[in-house]
T-cell receptor
Framework: AQKVTQAQTEISVVEKEDVTLDCVYETRDTTYYLFWYKQPPSGELVFLIR??????QNEISGRYSWNFQKSTSSFNFTITASQVVDSAVYFCALSEDYSGGYQKVTFGTGTKLQVIP | SQTIHQWPATLVQPVGSPLSLECTVE??????LYWYRQAAGRGLQLLFYSVGIGQISSEVPQNLSASRPQDRQFILSSKKLLLSDSGFYLC?????????????FGQGTRLTVV
């Protein structure tokens, strides 16, 4: 069965500090997808990134970067020079290819990030 | 473009009362549909998923049920709510295919059972 672990429940940083959110996953499949979502106080989930299991290239998007390490089953998310607007709950998720047109998405329990001005 | 509608946004219901949350998707056909629950201080828990009309799979045994009467409509129901049903309920959809997309979420329903 697939599993996503986000060991950090809450993190507080001072504005402009860098912060890394950890994500460790378990899956038996060789084909899978990893995601990060942001949930601001308003509640809805905002998609940030998707990676497939065959692409281990790290990605940078502005202040956000993601480090995918298949050897350690980790998909960590770093925010550089954090800002107050980054305060939110961040979810890591894993999706596996299932036959029959279904993808099962499993979410971690989330990491609450508080950026202090 | 595709959109997902979920209502109501907030709901306060007494213990033992019925529940019906509705979710509809526009701009896509034959989506995979999901109901998730986020309990206070906890992560997202998959409750139900559906790959087609009338096809519902349950992940967690509970007093909730789901139905998919139309291709783009997904309903979460309960005959008698429990206090433990309080939480934030999210509907989501995704599309199967070579270009796997992410799951798109509705704005959620905050349910408080009193």
């Amino acid at each position: 069965a697939q599993k996503v672990t986000q060991a950090q429940t809450e993190i507080s940083v001072v504005e402009k500090e860098d912060v890394t959110l950890d994500c460790v996953y378990e899956t038996r499949d060789t084909t899978y997808y990893l995601f990060w979502y942001k949930q601001p106080p308003s509640g809805e989930l905002v998609f940030l990134i998707r990676r497939n299991s065959f692409d281990e290239q790290n990605e940078i998007s502005g202040r956000y970067s993601w480090n995918f390490q298949k050897s350690t089953s980790s998909f960590n998310f770093t925010i550089t020079a954090s800002q107050v607007v980054d305060s939110a709950v961040y979810f890591c998720a894993l999706s596996e290819d299932y036959s029959g047109g279904y993808q099962k998405v499993t979410f971690g329990t989330g990491t609450k990030l508080q950026v202090i001005p | 473009s595709q959109t997902i509608h979920q209502w109501p946004a907030t709901l306060v219901q007494p213990v033992g009362s019925p529940l019906s949350l509705e979710c509809t998707v526009e701009g896509t056909s034959n989506p995979n549909l999901y109901w998730y629950r986020q309990a206070a201080g906890r992560g997202l828990q998959l409750l139900f998923y559906s790959v087609g009309i009338g096809q519902i799979s349950s992940e967690v045994p509970q007093n909730l049920s789901a139905s998919r009467p139309q291709d783009r409509q997904f309903i979460l129901s309960s005959k008698k709510l429990l206090l433990s049903d309080s939480g934030f309920y999210l509907c989501a959809w995704s599309v199967w295919g070579p270009r796997l997309t992410e799951a798109f979420f509705g704005q959620g329903t905050r349910l408080t059972v009193v």
